[in-house]
């Protein structure tokens, strides 16, 4: 029998995988099968609504997307009154990504939040004004979220870093410090996009976030550094297409993975995913997923 | 209630400047309707990454039928998938319309298929209807064997279809209308029919990440807050949309 499970720090998960913020909302709970997923993450939300940038809010690039959505959401009461009682349904972990522009913020909204496994900080959107990436680039403004976060919350915290920050090594060791059961990494990375007709940048606001495989092996060589320098579990994000992805970023440290944009691409990804991990695993003659990074094949 | 499958084309044919798609699907009959699409993409193939929104032109109970203007990389790639090729789709979404029994219908250049679609669910009315050029003007004899009166414009010959509006605004007295088109067309037109904007509705095309009310992208200003085009739309009350 395999064994999928994962747990570190009150963080129990049936499967490493776990659907990220922002790309999915419940019409998604019609096409993917919410129980068979480890945990899904909710889109990060606000203390009060925000309705997120002008459009263009997305377009390709190679390989992947880029993104200037402004966290456009309807606020934590509407989560807890319209959202979390669907999404208790089912049988998976529910955590729950919150924004703020100011500490203060992030310790209002944390305490708003209950009977959930968990709540992702993230400080490291790299569309919005205040807060977002310039959070996650300080560690001494890094440190203060996590600790008030995880005072004013008995739920597990988890931080979501941003590539953009010069060390994350050191971020993540501000997080861990701050109290943070876990931190994701990462993010997206910033990048832009010009249209030559206009002359200017897509995006009303210049700069995007660039996710799907185009950022993979920049976003599993974070997860590696900070796993071989910190003390924290880290859960994996950015660029995962496949199972084969997955595996990679087990290996390189991580506890467990996210899906973002892979989702727009193959909406059955997530499934497909855990059911190739499971073949891999029969296979190799795998149990748990320890065996995973640790058995070396002849 | 929406599904993703892996479907076969049937039919690939030119017409006029565009590809007409024919995919194969026994069950899309009994579920869509008038103002729903598709996210359509290839299998197995992540350049595209993203599907791509498309309204149903035709649907019956073996079939249905997309219309592609070929506008950048993906949409080539589409418009050159074969028969016995399959499409990712994505469907139906957005929101479902009560079309009028009878209407007007004002359609620019590819602006034409979502309406064609919609005549199926109308008696009659009438179509303005422009392109940029005479021959561009497809499916017009289509939609007159549905009982529409049909007019049409095309750009080498005499102006755009807001040219043939504003020579023709009584006919919206009293009228349910419907419009789909470049959106500087829309929001010409919006500019010359006054208050019959207040009985207009707007087909809003706009770029989509998941097409599934997940990512937030497809968003366009309904009075003062934004609206999702893929959820709540896409077709929304003409004098309550505010265009950039
Ligand atoms: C459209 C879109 C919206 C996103 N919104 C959020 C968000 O609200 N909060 C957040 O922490 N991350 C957000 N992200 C980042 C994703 O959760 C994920 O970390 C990132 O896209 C990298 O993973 P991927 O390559 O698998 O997409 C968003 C990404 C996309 C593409
Ligand atoms: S396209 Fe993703 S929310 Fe509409």
Redesign the interface.
């Known amino acids: 029998m395999i064994d999928l499970t994962v747990s570190f720090n009150h963080i129990k998960l049936k499967n490493p995988i776990i659907l990220a913020s922002g790309v999915w909302d419940l019409p998604y709970t019609e096409i993917v099968d919410f129980n068979k997923l480890g945990g899904v993450v909710y889109k990060g939300i606000s203390l009060k609504p925000r309705e997120g940038n002008p459009t263009p809010r997305i377009t390709e690039t190679p390989c992947g997307v880029i993104n200037s959505i402004g966290l456009a959401n309807k606020g934590v009461e509407n989560f807890n009154k319209e959202v979390l009682p669907l999404l208790k349904k089912f049988d998976t972990a529910i955590f729950v990504n919150i924004f703020g522009e100011s500490i203060e913020d992030f310790s209002r909204i944390s305490e708003k939040i209950s009977d959930v496994s968990g709540i992702e900080v993230n400080i490291s959107c790299p569309n919005v004004k205040k807060g977002g990436v310039s959070f996650g680039r300080d560690p001494k403004t890094a440190y203060a979220i996590t600790k008030a976060v995880c005072k004013n919350t008995s739920l597990p915290v988890i931080v979501k870093l941003t590539p953009a920050a010069s060390n994350i090594v050191e971020i993540a060791q501000a997080c861990l410090d701050g109290g943070a059961s876990a931190v994701t990494a990462c993010n997206t990375y910033q990048g832009l996009v010009i249209d030559i007709e206009s002359k200017k940048p897509l995006f009303d606001k210049v700069v995007g976030g660039v996710s799907g495989p185009a950022i993979k092996p920049q976003a599993l060589y974070k997860v590696y550094q900070i796993s071989e320098g910190v003390e924290i579990p880290v859960i994996g994000s950015g660029g995962i297409t496949n199972y084969k992805d997955v595996l990679e970023y087990l290996i390189a440290g991580a506890k467990s993975i996210q899906l973002g944009s892979v989702i727009f691409n193959n909406p059955l990804a997530p499934m497909e995913i855990i059911d190739n991990i499971i073949k891999y695993m029969n296979e190799k003659g795998y149990r748990n997923l320890k065996d995973i990074r640790e058995c070396i094949d002849e | ?4 499958q892996i479907l076969p084309v049937i039919e690939n044919r030119v017409v006029g400047p565009y590809t007409l798609l024919r995919v194969e699907d026994k069950k899309m009959h009994s579920i869509a309707k008038c103002g729903h699409f598709v996210m359509v ?1 290839l299998p197995d193939s ?6 791509r929104p498309i309204s149903f032109l035709s649907v019956d109970e073996k079939s249905f039928t997309i219309l592609i203007k070929v506008k950048g990389k ?1 949409t080539e790639k589409l418009s050159k998938v074969k028969e016995g090729e399959s499409l ?1 789709i ?1 469907g139906p979404l957005g929101k479902a319309l009560e079309p009028p029994e009878n209407g007007i219908l004002i359609a620019g250049g590819i602006g034409i298929a979502p309406l064609y679609y919609q005549s199926e669910w109308m008696k009659s009315g009438v179509l303005f209807y422009g392109a940029k050029r005479e021959k561009d003007l497809v499916f017009k004899e289509e939609i007159k064997d549905r009982g529409f009166i049909v007019n049409t414009i095309s750009e080498e010959k005499r102006g755009t279809v807001v040219d043939l509006i504003s020579e023709n605004l009584n006919f919206l007295k009293g009228k349910k209308t419907f419009v789909c088109g470049p959106e500087s067309m829309i929001k010409e037109l919006k500019g010359i029919i006054g208050d019959y904007a207040k009985d207009t509705f707007v087909y809003i095309e ?5 097409g ?9 200003k309904v009075y003062f ?2 609206k999702l085009v893929c ?1 709540d739309g896409p077709i929304f009350p003409l004098h309550e949309v505010k265009f ?1």
Do not use: H, I, N, T
């Not at chain 2, 992540?46 to 599907?51: G, H, I, Q, R, S």
């Not at chain 2, 997940?214 to 968003?219: P, T, V």
């Open positions: 209630m929406a599904s993703f993409g992540m350049d595209p990454f993203l599907l993906g990712k994505l706009r770029r989509m990440g998941c599934l009310g997940g990512c937030k992208s497809c968003a366009v807050e934004y959820q950039d």
